[in-house]
């Protein structure tokens, strides 16, 4: 089989697409590229549409090989890369040919690194995506939702291209180890908090749990207090901030529950995922509120 042989898997990469989606009503959440922005421009510097197949990599520590003429691109966290013995730089397009060997090691800033290669990553479709979803056990090479492991083949087509494209430096982001600032938009179960535990929440720093993934990132700050008024299980959406009976706040995001019975303070702006995507347990964030029509201006300027 022609493509990129996997030598060393890394902590956790995986297959991931643009989602799967319209299958809520069937349980089954979207998963996808949880930093999209950096998979987004993976995509687009290999020339491909804006949702093939890539690698989502954790931390770091992928090592492949390729056994065909093609092109790849790195985006995302910033890791260091070699091909073959040869440092060399993301966010731009790189030639392989036969035997040349690609080797990503840990990141030092940001987390999540996305491989794209020319073409998109050949893999079959589950419910319209290949995109890997571990709890559900879908999506992957192997179509039962497993992580990349050593020996897997990561099926590609031969490219001719040789044109090497790269991403202007305004368009990079940076990474550093302040509170990052989340901005959110309340929702209308705001008011089963009290307005006092409202301003809590906003002036709070709150610690991303260990025990966080791509399914939600848990809190630990100052516990919230709400009414013990019994609510029904409703749809919920990418980014919604859930306050389960602990009172600690949980982001739920790409491989999430489809729905749920506690009350969602509010929602995480979505261009806004994408920093949460690049941040590891132990780091903290602070909320900010913004209004939905400052968020819908904000939201199809990003789009421009």
Not at 69 to 92: E, H, L, S, Y
Not at 200 to 210: K, L, P
Not at 267 to 292: C, E, H, N, T, Y
């Amino acid at each position: 089989m022609s493509g990129l042989k996997v030598i060393n898997p890394g902590l956790l990469s995986l297959i991931q697409d643009a989602g799967r989606y319209g299958f809520y009503k069937a349980g089954i959440t979207t998963g996808g590229a949880f930093d999209k922005y950096s998979f987004n421009w993976a995509n687009k510097l290999c020339e491909n549409i804006d949702a093939a197949t890539c690698l989502e990599i954790l931390v770091g520590g992928l090592v492949l090989e390729s056994n065909i003429t093609t092109q790849v691109a790195i985006t995302g966290a910033n890791v260091p890369i070699k091909i073959n013995d040869n440092t060399v730089d993301g966010w731009r397009t790189h030639n392989l040919v036969p035997g040349d060997r690609i080797n990503i090691g840990y990141a030092t800033g940001g987390c999540r690194a996305y491989l794209a290669v020319a073409g998109g990553i050949q893999c079959p479709l589950i419910f319209g995506s290949a995109s890997t979803v571990v709890r559900e056990g879908l999506g992957g090479l192997d179509k039962k939702g497993q992580p990349l492991k050593a020996e897997d083949i990561l099926p590609c087509e031969p490219t001719a291209s040789t044109t090497i494209h790269r991403v202007p430096e305004q368009y990079k982001p940076t990474f550093d180890n302040e509170v990052t600032e989340i901005r959110m938009l309340l929702g209308y179960q705001q008011h089963e908090f009290q307005t006092s535990q409202l301003d809590q929440f906003f002036n709070a720093e709150y610690t991303i749990s260990q025990l966080s993934d791509r399914m939600g990132y848990r809190l630990e700050g100052p516990a919230l207090a709400y009414s013990n008024k019994a609510m029904l299980s409703e749809g919920i959406c990418l980014g919604a901030i859930q306050i389960p009976a602990d009172g600690q706040p949980i982001i739920l995001l790409c491989d999430r529950q489809t729905v749920g019975g506690y009350p969602k303070i509010g929602s995480v702006f979505s261009p806004d995922i994408v920093k949460l995507a690049q941040l590891m347990p132990g780091r903290k964030i602070r909320f900010k509120a913004m209004g939905i029509e400052q968020a819908q201006n904000l939201l199809l300027q990003s789009k421009q």
